[in-house]
């Protein structure tokens, strides 16, 4: 009976001896689980971030990125892309000129416009001629009546219609009166005309004409405005697809007619999709798809780029193309500024709570208010930073009132002004009493133990503290929404200079791209290059705040 | 309690005249002025409260220069209190309260008037555990230097060599003096923590237990040093090794339950205590 304890039956003993060994290992299992689970939702998220986010900086540059780069932030080498774009040009000729062929046929406006310009213009030089009045008004009647057949060519469907008007404007070809005379443009334009007659069906003009706008679209898209076009006042619209990605969805648009119709009543519409080159069989635009499809890597020729300057070049065009730099800088600024803010008002709050208070009611309250104000959402902060700095406080020192990287910078510091408190209260109790015990025993004030032994023994985890409000200040929007927060810009340098200005800043600019308009759907690239560069910004804020702070505490352990 | 001012060397001035004939070598020599009359410390009818409770009771005692003074007793009986009372270490402690006179110098300690710095510097202290701050050796010893106006890096220099000196550390540290102190070992450690109360100049030493936390080797080490120190400082020491008060002190106070019991000559405390709760406790009855 008193030995039972002592040595209990040996099956027992085995028996629970293994339970515990398994409830041991269940354990161990659970917790690397867990481990192992946080690790992939990492990967899961992170990943595809900085996978994605990478192809804004390395990905397959056409020569419309290498003309743009040399032409928005003189970049490159200007011979070799002056070469490259003689050769891309000589490529694409084909193509403009079966695009403008095929034109004339569908796009009958221009060509009613030319008319009547002809005639206007033979009128002036029937005025500006020595010849009788009579044959003068004879000539302009004929001159009418040309005009006149070759509109009603223009403007029949019919195709027999067509070709008898053509050919009462051809009769009067060899009409001496007309030889060297504008006049004579009207042949060749009838004569135009006919063979595209011949080729088109004048029925489905007005089907041809809506493809006609979606071909044009794409190439304008692939190879930006045609030869001879009047420069677009949009720096995006200056270029063709400066990416490879990019150039294949417009390859695909150019290839491929998308329509949607009705499968029946109430079914949903369904997607079709058919070769433009059936679409178009039979005319001459026809040989224009094999034409491009075979020789679209000559008329881009896209080779790798590594886009470095991705980090610090403006955005062009409200970031379509360009960099994040500003984006980077003002991010840095408003985070610097909130850590300038709160790190001296956190640690010395911290300091009077520790050493200073009692632990009276009223301290109490304080802290329970701190640790309410850890939990405000973000968005009332970004209202009361409206409120206080925007509208009422900064305007006081003379600022103008409106959105400011300053107050924006004070509205985050606000913000972690709780979690610096917190962990500055954490660290600043957790030094041991005997450091403050030896140094006021050698004759310190309470301030300078605080600050010579108390506050260097506590910086590494006051430091933690900070490190966690950077990437949070860091990756905040709501609170800048109102306050500091502008969606385009160029950088300002140095940053400072910037302080009355609002800023753009990579939190906020990846909001304004996602909500703003269509252009999200333009560059997805540009959308995950902003958070990859938000990760890597605070991963790097990070670990160089976290190297600082082992090397203070294998300092402070005497290593 | 107005009696004990009125004489403030009642209880050990008999006690060393009786026991001044076996070993007069230890005290000052013959024909010199009673030690009495040049104390250093003197403790009249000094008590300590936290809050109702006391923390020592009616201390009146004298602690002569150029001695070590030993402070023995059980746990919990006020010996501690009463080291940290001349500092003013319990000033950390909410709610102590004090009565009676303590003086150091000739100086009332608790006079609200008094220059807490300046008394903290003239009685340093040395603790339980080795307690260097996380800084490197330099700066351990500096720390109370530099606040007392030492900012030339000659003087710091010098300062810093000599106390290191003082506290038999300067050969083992010589080649380290800017790692961090916490690199050293714990009996190295607590000299540096002697040599750092050394650098502001004390006149006054209070040591509390400081080998508790150390190996027999690094006590011995401690002990030696002690004993060189004695000829420039006077040592208090508080200590629960009855064998150390009696290797290292000249004269020993017995503490019980935040009372006094029996002050004097060390030999005399461990031969012929004159108390029987002395006796008791020194030869392991008892405590």
Redesign the interface.
């Known amino acids: 009976m008193t030995n039972a304890p002592l040595t209990p039956e040996p099956t027992t003993s085995g028996r629970r001896l293994r339970l515990r060994g398994l409830l041991d290992k269940g354990f161990t299992l659970l917790a690397g689980g867990a481990v192992l689970a946080i690790a992939l939702a990492l990967l899961v998220v992170l990943a595809p971030m900085l996978w994605r986010g990478a192809s804004a900086v390395v990905f397959p540059g056409t020569v419309e990125f290498r003309r743009m780069q040399l032409s928005q932030f003189n970049r490159g080498d200007r011979v070799g892309v002056a070469v490259e774009l003689g050769e891309v040009a000589e490529a694409r000729k084909p193509v403009y000129a079966l695009l403008d062929r095929f034109k004339r046929g569908i796009a009958t406006d221009d060509l009613k416009e030319d008319a009547r310009r002809l005639y206007r213009e033979f009128g002036k030089q029937l005025d500006g001629r020595d010849t009788a009045a009579a044959d003068r008004a004879e000539l302009r009647s004929l001159a009418k009546r040309l005009r006149d057949d070759f509109t009603a060519a223009l403007e029949t469907t019919d195709k027999a219609a067509a070709q008898a008007a053509l050919g009462r404007v051809l009769q009067n070809a060899e009409d001496a009166r007309l030889k060297g005379t504008v006049a004579e443009g009207f042949f060749a334009m009838a004569r135009d005309y006919g063979r595209i007659v011949e080729t088109v069906d004048l029925g489905h003009r007005a089907e041809y004409a809506k493809a006609l706008a979606e071909v044009q679209e794409s190439i304008r898209g692939l190879f930006g405005p045609p030869p001879n076009a009047e420069r677009p006042p949009l720096v995006m619209d200056q270029y063709g697809a400066t990416r490879w990605d990019a150039a294949e969805k417009h390859l695909d648009r150019l290839l491929t007619a998308e329509t949607w119709v009705a499968g029946g009543p109430g079914e949903t519409l369904q997607r079709v999709r058919t070769p433009r080159e059936q679409q178009f069989a039979g005319t001459d635009l026809a040989p224009l798809f094999p034409l491009v499809r075979e020789h679209v890597t000559k008329m881009l020729q896209p080779r790798w780029a590594f886009y470095w300057q991705y980090f610090i070049d403006d955005s062009l065009s409200g970031h379509y193309f360009g960099g994040v730099g500003p984006e980077i800088l003002g991010t840095l600024l408003i985070t610097v500024l909130a850590i300038l803010f709160a790190f001296p008002l956190g640690v010395i709050a911290a300091a009077y709570l520790v050493e200073c208070a009692s632990d009276s009611r009223t301290v109490q309250l304080i802290r329970t208010c701190i640790n309410t104000l850890a939990g405000v959402p973000s968005i009332v902060f970004g209202l009361f930073g409206l409120a206080f700095f925007v509208v009422f406080l900064l305007p006081l020192f003379g600022l103008p009132q409106g959105s400011s990287a300053l107050a924006g910078g004070l509205t985050l510091g606000l913000l972690v002004l709780p979690i610096i408190i917190r962990a500055s209260e954490e660290a600043i109790r957790s030094v041991p009493q005997t450091y403050k015990e030896a140094a006021l025993a050698l004759g310190a004030g309470r301030l300078r133990c605080f600050l010579t032994v108390t506050l260097p023994a506590a910086l590494p985890g006051i430091l933690t503290g900070a490190i966690l409000s950077v990437s949070r200040a860091a990756g905040e929007t709501a609170p800048i929404l109102f306050t500091a927060a502008v969606a385009m810009g160029s950088s300002s340098w140095p940053p400072w200079s910037a302080l009355a200005k609002p800023t753009q800043t990579l939190a906020y600019s990846s909001y304004h791209l996602a909500v703003g308009d269509r252009l999200a759907s333009l560059v997805p690239h540009n959308q995950y290059g902003m958070v990859m560069t938000l990760i890597l910004l605070v991963l790097v804020l990070n670990i160089a705040a976290i190297v600082v702070r082992s090397r203070m505490a294998r300092r402070l352990r005497g290593q | 309690m107005a009696e004990t001012l009125d004489e403030p060397s009642r209880i050990p001035a008999p006690a060393e005249a009786a026991l001044r004939a076996p070993k007069p070598t230890l005290f000052a020599p013959e024909g010199a002025p009673s030690p009495a009359a040049d104390a250093i410390i003197r403790s009249c009818g000094f008590s300590l409260f936290y809050g109702q409770k006391a923390g020592v009771k009616n201390i009146t005692m004298e602690i002569y220069p150029r001695r070590v003074t030993a402070i023995i007793g059980p746990s919990g009986c006020g010996k501690s209190t009463f080291l940290r009372s001349i ?1 003013r ?1 319990n000033d ?1 402690i ?1 709610g102590v309260r004090t009565e009676g006179r303590l003086e150091v110098n000739g100086t009332d300690v608790y006079d609200p008037r008094i220059n ?6 003239q009685v ?2 040395v ?1 339980q ?1 080795p ?5 490197s050796v330099y700066d351990n010893v500096a ?2 230097r530099r ?2 106006g030492a900012r030339s890096r000659g003087e710091l220099d010098e300062v810093v060599e000599k106390c290191l000196r003082a506290a038999a550390l300067w050969e083992e540290v010589k080649d380290t003096l800017h ?6 070992s714990g009996g190295q450690q607590q000299r540096l ?1 002697i040599a ?2 050394l650098a ?1 100049q004390p006149k006054v030493l209070l040591m509390d237990e400081p080998c508790s936390a150390l190996d027999p080797i690094a006590t011995g080490r401690i002990e030696e040093l002690i004993a060189t120190l004695k000829s420039d400082y006077t040592i208090v020491i508080v200590t629960h090794n009855m064998q150390q008060a009696a290797r290292v002190s000249d004269r020993t106070a017995f503490f019980c339950l935040g009372e006094l019991v029996e002050y004097g000559l060390t030999s005399t405390i461990f031969t012929k205590p004159a108390k029987k709760q002395t006796e008791d406790y020194v030869t392991g009855r008892f405590g």
């Open positions: 500092n270490m950390l909410p807490l710095p300046n008394l903290r510097q340093g202290m603790f555990k307690n260097p701050f996380p800084k720390y109370g606040f007392q790692k961090s102190a916490l690199a050293l923590c750092r109360a502001t």
